[in-house]
């Protein structure tokens, strides 16, 4: 394949800090992109779980609109209504009652800097630990990345933000490493970005009330998880646990780059004047878009949809019948399609040539994470596409059809 003029460009003026792209896109619509050759593509990655509306919907189309030419950014010396507006919004999605308070950052790093710092009020002197989990992911910035359990991606830029500890994922390593001396747990609900990993049976509760007898905040990353995406507003919310700060962007923005920590209880009143800021975070026009964004995810009950659509796809990936594919995980519209064999890559590849846009969560998963607005239209384009790029991969590890492998291992 020769080079593309804009392939030489992203070589020549980018910061390679991330690998090639694998096109160059000029338009979307709904869950339909399409790249400068107009190739049309189906696109159930949403931007890694951003696009909660899909493409250019008319509610996102109009607020970016509407509040660009009405107000767009004072700084934070002011209040707007929007930003106010928000604030109540996410207040009531997240069931934090009348004491909650929300603070406006512009990413999901952002939002979990602003919580590495409410762990840090809380904790004081006398708390000077952070626990997080092994092989989680909470962002690239240097306080987010010593939260990002990964020795890999820590490694280039030691030391580490003092005072973190990655634990492994079970209720036992909490119990073992929980003292009076920790500050906060930091948690995924679902590891997205280790590969759509749930957590243990009970975890979440179990973290609650460990971290409640030893006086530590519960603060809960609900970047890649929240916003509907796994068929309740938050993943937290299934069950049942009230944390003490969840952490909030993607899906919320709806494209427009937002993220907000949201407190609970006395976590709230942590922050006094002179403790944090940023001047974009929460300005009107994100805010508006935001606001609009999830109102529209509210009156459409896209989170009712994430929760039906989410067992349709893994069925629909069943029903393919694919030697690769072992099973699927996740929640909802959050879905990790586990492979046999660690070509996760291949099939990504495949499904991009086929005209289906999907990514590696690790070697071995496909990550799913299509718009909440996806109906049976998509889900059938889906099931025939995916099949296609799953059978592309087959014939090239030269596998035997799905009756001849019932012993296939992983
Ligand atoms: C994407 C993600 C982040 C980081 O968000 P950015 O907007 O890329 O800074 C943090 N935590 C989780 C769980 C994520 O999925």
């Not at 890559?345 to 070697?363: F, K, P, Q, R, T």
Request: hydrophobic share 45%; aromatic share 6%; with cysteine.
């Amino acid at each position: 394949m020769t080079a593309h003029k804009w392939q030489e460009d992203v070589q020549r003026d980018l910061v390679r800090n991330a690998g090639d792209r694998a096109a160059l896109f000029v338009r979307g619509e709904g869950a339909t992109l399409w790249d400068a050759d107009g190739k049309r593509y189906l696109d159930f990655l949403a931007g890694i779980a951003v696009n909660s509306l899909g493409h250019a919907h008319p509610a996102f189309v109009e607020a970016v609109a509407t509040q660009a030419a009405t107000l767009a950014h004072v700084s934070n010396l002011y209040a707007t209504p929007w930003q106010l507006e928000l604030a109540a919004r996410l207040k009531r999605l997240a069931g934090t009652g009348e004491t909650g308070r929300v603070y406006f950052g512009n990413s999901g790093a952002e939002a979990n800097e602003a919580a590495f710092k409410l762990a840090r009020l809380h904790g004081g002197a006398d708390r000077p630990r952070i626990l997080t989990l092994k092989d989680a992911f909470h962002g690239r910035t240097m306080g987010t990345l010593a939260l990002t359990g990964k020795p890999y991606m820590q490694e280039p830029f030691l030391p580490m933000v003092p005072g973190v500890e990655a634990i492994d994922s079970t209720i036992e390593a909490l119990e073992a490493a929980l003292d009076d001396r920790v500050a906060a747990l930091f948690v995924e609900p679902i590891k997205g970005e280790a590969g759509v990993v749930e957590l243990p049976e009970g975890y979440l509760a179990a973290a609650r009330e460990l971290t409640a007898r030893h006086g530590a905040l519960l603060i809960v990353d609900e970047i890649q998880t929240g916003a509907g995406r796994t068929g309740a507003w938050f993943a937290f919310q299934h069950t049942g646990i009230t944390p003490d700060a969840i952490t909030v962007a993607k899906g919320i923005g709806g494209g427009f780059p937002i993220g907000a920590l949201i407190t609970y209880g006395a976590a709230s009143d942590l922050f006094y004047p002179g403790t944090h800021g940023s001047t974009f975070g929460g300005n009107a026009l994100g805010t508006a878009v935001a606001s609009a964004v999830l109102a529209e995810i509210e009156s459409a009950d896209l989170v009712g949809n994430a929760a039906v659509r989410g067992p349709q796809i893994r069925e629909t990936v069943a029903a393919i019948g694919s030697p690769l594919v072992e099973g699927c995980r996740g929640q909802g519209l959050l879905i990790g399609v586990a492979l046999r064999h660690p070509v996760a890559g291949a099939v990504v590849a495949a499904a991009h040539e086929h005209g289906l846009i999907v990514n590696a969560a690790n070697d071995a998963t496909v990550r799913l994470a299509p718009p909440l607005t996806i109906g049976d239209v998509e889900i059938d384009e889906f099931a025939e596409l995916f099949a296609r790029a799953l059978s592309t991969v087959e014939q090239a590890l030269l596998l035997d059809a799905p009756s001849h492998t019932e012993e296939a291992s992983a």
